[in-house]
């Protein structure tokens, strides 16, 4: 049976991680790549990795990143941030990246979800939607959360399915930060109205909010940071509880 | 089906190759994807892989992968165009087919109604929309037959991203379900194919490409 992923997210920085990552006998917290092993050897299935600087200058930077994770890491990765182009999708994937994730190009100029699907497969292309709840109605937002749109969550997340997206990772402001839990009702309504997984993200604090999503939510994978990277919530333990919640998990 | 000669040399997946296993590898390049995650798996193992659509450079391989990703018509339209679709099914050392890779070496392909090499006697289907597609993720294979599978166990995991599957035949050498119960590995003579990516699954993926390496070259291959 296909199993339920375990997605921990990294933010980079001029190749470098931030926000700070708290791991035990880890010299260097700040190199992507020596996490990324450490995530893998931890039972992680994939990993993303948010380029939150995501500068035209820092491109190479990035690009270097990515060739060395691709080089040490032997499970499959996601790199996001500031990607518009189909040329800037070449490179990442010459590198190594399994897929690339976009967001607000996507929303700018939703042509490229085609673009990117016809040449390089659907297999390749995450859309990333923020969203937030205002008024009963789950709005996207853009750059970050920090510019809202009229566009409605539902109807966005199916036209980039019908336009080749592979996956959709879905991130609910109300939640992000909070460790309240994942936004379970839209995760749902998102997995049974369209026909490709969805990650959850956004409200990660204790691994009962991992049982509930794969349960009620109905999400494929679920990503978060801060639990993983302090610490709190170590992956093989996560596992485990999964496994005996009889959620199908890699262990 | 070649036997190992010497089942006494070990190496983790993560260690070396020695002696004997270093292999000449060449990745068919004909313009498919991801390649150099395949490339950095074999160099994990010691070995450097070559990139490589020259047909005396792949005639004069040790072992052959052929990978892919994207879309099989205009793959197959690519391996036209460098003639490598002739030349591969003439191939006499072990050959592994990779995602795209294997279903090329199917008859043909529902993706785009390609047809394909023909060195696999079955044929590719999309998923039924009852279950998600593109399946995505790590999943079991099981009922393991060939060498390529030695020191796996039966319901290892392996990451597959796939639309499409290969029928069952009497070349299936592993079984995965998703929606169906599926071929994820075939094998015919020096030819094979597995439905998963083995360098992106962990330590057992790249145990596999150890036993790639490890598979005997047809003698036959030596006198050409």
Same mark, same amino acid.
């Given at each position: 049976?296909?199993?339920?992923?375990?997605?921990?997210?990294?933010?980079?920085?001029?190749?470098?991680?931030?926000?700070?990552?708290?791991?035990?006998?880890?010299?260097?917290?700040?190199?992507?790549?020596?996490?990324?092993?450490?995530?893998?050897?931890?039972?992680?299935?994939?990993?993303?990795?948010?380029?939150?600087?995501?500068?035209?200058?820092?491109?190479?930077?990035?690009?270097?990143?990515?060739?060395?994770?691709?080089?040490?890491?032997?499970?499959?990765?996601?790199?996001?941030?500031?990607?518009?182009?189909?040329?800037?999708?070449?490179?990442?994937?010459?590198?190594?990246?399994?897929?690339?994730?976009?967001?607000?190009?996507?929303?700018?100029?939703?042509?490229?979800?085609?673009?990117?699907?016809?040449?390089?497969?659907?297999?390749?292309?995450?859309?990333?939607?923020?969203?937030?709840?205002?008024?009963?109605?789950?709005?996207?937002?853009?750059?970050?959360?920090?510019?809202?749109?009229?566009?409605?969550?539902?109807?966005?997340?199916?036209?980039?399915?019908?336009?080749?997206?592979?996956?959709?990772?879905?991130?609910s402001m109300n939640h992000d930060?909070?460790?309240?839990?994942?936004?379970?009702?839209?995760?749902?309504?998102?997995?049974?109205?369209?026909?490709?997984?969805?990650?959850?993200?956004?409200?990660?604090?204790?691994?009962?909010?991992?049982?509930?999503?794969?349960?009620?939510?109905?999400?494929?994978?679920?990503?978060?940071?801060?639990?993983?990277?302090?610490?709190?919530?170590?992956?093989?333990?996560l596992k485990e509880e999964l496994?005996?919640?009889?959620?199908?998990?890699?262990? | 089906?070649?036997?190992?000669?010497?089942?006494?040399?070990?190496?983790?997946?993560?260690?070396?190759?020695?002696?004997?296993?270093? &292999?000449?590898?060449? /990745? !068919?390049?004909? #313009?498919? *994807?991801?390649?150099? %995650?395949?490339?950095?798996?074999? $160099?994990?193992? @010691?070995?450097?892989?070559?990139?490589?659509?020259?047909?005396?450079?792949?005639? &004069?391989?040790?072992? /052959? !992968?052929?990978? #892919?990703? *994207?879309?099989?018509? %205009?793959?197959?339209?690519?391996? $036209?165009?460098? @003639?490598?679709?002739?030349?591969?099914?003439?191939?006499?050392?072990?050959?592994?087919?990779?995602?795209?890779?294997?279903?090329?070496?199917?008859?043909?392909?529902?993706?785009?109604?390609?047809?394909?090499?023909?060195?696999?006697?079955?044929?590719?289907?999309?998923?039924?929309?009852?279950?998600?597609?593109?399946?995505?993720?790590?999943?079991?294979?099981?009922?393991?037959?060939?060498?390529?599978?030695?020191?796996?166990?039966?319901?290892?995991?392996?990451?597959?991203?796939?639309?499409?599957?290969?029928e069952h035949c009497n070349e299936?050498?592993?079984?995965?379900?998703?929606?169906?119960?599926?071929?994820?590995?075939?094998?015919?003579?020096?030819?094979?194919?597995?439905?998963?990516?083995?360098?992106?699954?962990?330590?057992?993926?790249?145990?596999?490409?150890?036993?790639?390496?490890?598979?005997?070259?047809?003698?036959?291959?030596?006198?050409?």
């Open positions: 049976m296909l199993t339920k992923r375990i997605v921990p997210c990294l933010d980079i920085k001029n190749g470098r991680t931030v926000k700070g990552v708290n791991f035990v006998d880890l010299r260097d917290a700040g190199d992507p790549v020596v996490l990324a092993k450490q995530y893998a050897e931890q039972g992680a299935d994939e990993l993303v990795f948010l380029d939150i600087a995501a500068t035209l200058e820092g491109r190479g930077t990035t690009l270097d990143m990515v060739l060395r994770v691709a080089e040490q890491v032997n499970i499959p990765f996601t790199v996001g941030g500031g990607i518009s182009s189909v040329e800037h999708v070449d490179a990442l994937l010459q590198c190594g990246a399994d897929k690339v994730s976009i967001n607000s190009s996507a929303v700018k100029r939703p042509e490229l979800v085609n673009e990117l699907s016809n040449k390089f497969g659907s297999q390749c292309v995450v859309v990333a939607i923020d969203a937030k709840q205002v008024e009963g109605q789950w709005k996207v937002h853009l750059a970050g959360g920090s510019i809202p749109t009229e566009i409605d969550l539902f109807e966005w997340a199916k036209e980039v399915e019908q336009r080749g997206a592979g996956e959709i990772l879905f991130t930060g909070t460790k309240n839990g994942f936004a379970n009702e839209a995760l749902a309504k998102l997995s049974e109205t369209l026909n490709i997984p969805i990650i959850a993200s956004g409200g990660a604090g204790n691994v009962q909010h991992f049982i509930d999503t794969f349960k009620d939510g109905k999400s494929d994978a679920a990503l978060a940071a801060s639990v993983f990277h302090f610490g709190e919530i170590p992956i093989p333990q496994k005996k919640n009889n959620i199908e998990v890699r262990l | 089906m070649s036997e190992f000669k010497d089942m006494s040399e070990s190496s983790s997946p993560s260690g070396k190759l020695e002696g004997a296993s270093r &292999a000449s590898v060449v /990745i !068919i390049n004909y #313009g498919a *994807g991801n390649i150099k %995650s395949i490339q950095f798996a074999f $160099k994990r193992l @010691g070995v450097d892989a070559i990139l490589s659509n020259n047909p005396d450079e792949i005639l &004069a391989a040790d072992k /052959i !992968i052929f990978p #892919g990703v *994207g879309e099989a018509s %205009s793959a197959m339209k690519m391996l $036209k165009e460098s @003639g490598l679709d002739t030349l591969i099914p003439t191939l006499k050392q072990p050959v592994l087919g990779i995602c795209l890779g294997m279903q090329l070496m199917c008859l043909s392909t529902e993706e785009g109604n390609a047809q394909g090499l023909g060195i696999f006697q079955t044929r590719v289907k999309r998923f039924s929309s009852d279950v998600k597609v593109p399946q995505m993720g790590w999943n079991v294979i099981k009922d393991l037959k060939s060498d390529l599978f030695k020191g796996i166990k039966e319901n290892e995991y392996m990451y597959l991203v796939h639309s499409y599957y290969a299936t050498i592993a079984k995965t379900d998703y929606g169906i119960n599926y071929a994820s590995a075939l094998q015919h003579n020096n030819f094979y194919g597995v439905q998963f990516h083995p360098e992106k699954s962990s330590t057992a993926g790249a145990k596999i490409l150890e036993n790639f390496l490890k598979l005997e070259t047809e003698p036959i291959a030596k006198n050409q």
